[in-house]
């Protein structure tokens, strides 16, 4: 990061998490707002599903893990990696496909992973990572330690059949794994109810796991609902399935206009714009005197000059060699694995 | 080869041989897959009564997910291996085999090795029917990122197992059905051998038959028969079709001028196909004949023994390919 944090006068311990929480969830907004524009206006490579509305969620669920703790995450990832600790630099990068990139340019938003950050790498397939993240949460286990993995995936992956899998071997290996259901409302352009039976948060009844409806647009009441499945399956006591209810405010993915149409309400839109999880929790901390308005609006203003700092950062970054399209498909060495 | 070793053990064994050594040598190495513990199959039998449930454990039938969580283990520092029982059962696992654990590494800019083997038995193995005799191979290899392992002695069997789960790449290793339950002399100590290096089975200098898998000792079979009429064949199993061991056979090819690919796959884009328009770009000067492809009939494997026959590759198959390549 190029950005300083900001001095917040006399702030220590559950205040200081609470401002880092409220900056983190700005980083997404703005890191996020920046994309929509610079796709606009034709200056990403690709396509790109942004995190707005959501932030809460990542936010919430990542101030309650330890950087041991693992994800894995989707083709809306971004904001799970900023929560997780990621560089917006070089996230920028590997979103212009350019050297500096978390991947080198070679996986793009969709792909993008920092092993050393615990962050497994989005996915392009819907429920992609759910067994992967189950695997991670086994070897882990397997191997001694007391690393949690969550594993975030969307309402449309919960019809995914390796969702209902890996549900099962979480439970039959009480393995230390958080599944952490993103339900925005819509799979794709169809509302999720149209395709969805019964609520997600009950699937992993029948299988023992216990299940927990958030409200995802509170950022507060996600750490804390993550910090008790987390605490449970670091004692051994096996997986946990959450329900983040919340609504993402740009379509499917960028451009989508281009084709989807209208497909949903606009009241729906207004409503949950007004609803808008970073605003709710900047005007909470500021009523609770945790902050000042003038701390809160300068906060942004380092976070949106921090967005304007990657672009650059990515934008002075070269492109890969063509060559190293050719590199890294195979370990030539054993070089030991992620730690 | 070891042919001065008088240990005859049977494939499967030599396969569980090599896994013992590696689970031996690596605490970390882990055996899973569905029931792995009394293994249908083989390989893995027994193993649990040496190294405990913990590293021998029982799965649901859920490929996908267990060949998922194979590739979020390994990054995490476990070495695992999954016994997928039937070469069919991959494509019930296709997206987390070929686009997570063959991607995975590439796509992260090479930041993770993902050390882990998929075995199966596979192949037809006397009316398995359509859907227990698939042979994968041919598609595997144009998924870039796995490397692919086809063993033909019992001896290759064992130093292959414990070559595939050292490599630090998601390894898929085929063992031919029909080939388990054949004998061939194997050393009791461990021993690796490399993968990407093929081997003579016999030498030749008439034509160049390159054979996988349990065509091998088919390919023998037909070499020894054509030593009698004076035909010197020689027979070449690549024993890894990923990475494969090119320089030997433009080598081979090189010094008889002819070449007979028989892959027990069906026809189109075959490891067979594959092999031979190799042989043909980078060897064209050294043929002397149009070289020959000997793979199965372009339909799914049928149940009844006739139609079976019918479709498969056959001793007179491999024969009639040899000598077209002669006349």
Known sequence: MTTQPVQVENQTGPDAAKTAMLRTMIRIRRFEEKLAW?????????????????????????????????????????????????????????????????????????????????????????????????????????????????????????????FFESMNLAAI?????????????????????????????????????????????????????????????????????????????????????????????????????????????????????????????????????????AVEFAAASPFPDPEEALQDLFAATPKGSMR | MNATIERPTYFINAMKEGLHAAMAEDERVVVIGEDVDRSVIGATRGLSADFGRDRVRNTPISEATFVGACVGAAAVGLRPVVDLMVGSFFYVAMDQLADQAAKLRYMSGGQVDLPIVYFA????????????????????????????????????????????????????????????????????????????????????????VVAIGATVPKALKVARALEKDGISVEVLDPRTLVPLDKGLILESVGRTGRLVVVDSARLTCSAASEITAMVVENGFDTLKAAPQRVAWEDVPVPFSPPLEKRVLVQEPDILNAILKTLS
């Open chain 1, 173 to 309: 290996w009480n393995l230390p794994v958080v599944f952490v259901c993103e339900n925005n409302g819509y799979t794709e352009w169809t509302p999720t109810h149209e395709l969805t039976a019964g609520r997600i948060v009950d699937r992993g009844t029948p299988m023992g796991i216990p299940g927990e409806q958030v409200d995802g647009n509170d950022v507060e009441a996600m750490r804390d609902a993550t910090a008790r499945a987390v605490a449970r399956a670091r004692a051994g006591g096996g997986p946990t399935l959450i329900e983040a209810r919340t609504y993402r405010w740009h379509g499917h993915n960028e451009g989508e206009e281009a084709f989807a149409g209208d497909y949903r309400p606009q009241s729906e839109q207004d409503e949950w714009r007004g609803r808008d999880p970073i605003a709710a929790y900047g005007r909470t901390l500021v009523e609770e005197g945790v902050l000042s308005q003038a701390d809160w609006d300068a906060i942004d203003a380092e976070e949106s000059a921090g967005v304007e700092a």
């Open chain 2, 121 to 208: 038995a596979t192949g037809p193995s006397g009316s398995g029917a359509a859907q227990h005799s698939e042979n994968l191979h041919p598609m595997l290899m144009n998924v870039a990122g796995l490397k692919i392992v086809m063993p033909s002695t019992p001896y290759d069997a064992k130093g292959l197992m414990l070559s595939a789960i050292r490599d630090p790449n998601p390894v898929v290793y085929l063992q031919d059905f029909v080939l388990g339950g054949t004998k061939g002399n194997v050393p009791e100590a461990p021993y690796a051998i490399p993968l990407g290096v093929g081997d003579i089975k016999k030498h030749g200098t008439d034509v160049t």
């Open chain 1, 38 to 162: 610079l796709f606009k206006r034709g200056q990403l490579p690709g396509f790109v599903h942004l995190y707005l509305g959501e932030e809460a969620v990542a936010v919430g669920v990542c101030a309650a893990l330890r950087p041991d703790d693992r994800i894995t995450s989707t083709h809306r990832g971004h904001g799970h990696l900023i929560a997780k600790g990621a560089s917006i630099d070089k996230m920028m990068a590997e979103l212009y496909g350019r050297v500096d990139g978390y991947c080198r340019g070679k996986g793009g938003s969709m792909h993008i992973v920092s092993f050393e950050l615990g962050i497994m790498g989005t996915n392009g397939i819907v429920g992609g990572g759910i067994p992967i993240g189950t695997g991670s949460a086994w070897g882990d286990k397997q191997l001694g330690r007391d690393s949690v993995t969550v594993v975030f995936f969307g309402d449309g992956a919960s019809n995914q059949g390796v």
